[in-house]
């Protein structure tokens, strides 16, 4: 896990959702005030996560047949990431327009 991005700092829920669809969290562990006082930033390669799991149920089958589609989610994950953008509230007071 860790050539994918993934070290002891990072806590990965894997959660069914429907028959071929899986709900991956992502949390990060790290905190600036545990440990050395660095944030580590990693970079964490999903389709490669979704790649492993469906080798893994599917190990008579080559990776050649692999195909999925990877959604970024709210925090809670109810709605895609793009979507809760369209639709958060922004907030206009009378000098936004100022700098």
Do not use: H
Not at 23 to 44: F, H, K, T, W
Not at 56 to 80: L, Q, Y
């Amino acid at each position: 896990m860790i050539d994918l991005g993934i070290s002891d700092k990072v806590k990965v829920d894997l959660i069914p959702m429907e028959k071929n669809k899986v709900m991956l969290r992502i949390v990060n562990l790290a905190d600036l005030y545990d440990g050395d006082n660095e944030s580590d930033y990693r970079q964490i390669d999903t389709n490669a996560i979704a790649e492993s799991l469906w080798l893994a149920a599917n190990p008579s089958d080559s990776s050649d047949d692999f195909e999925c589609k990877i959604t970024e989610m709210s925090m809670t994950g109810n709605m895609p990431l793009k979507e809760m953008e369209e639709r958060r509230l922004k907030w206009k007071s009378v000098d936004d327009d100022k700098t």
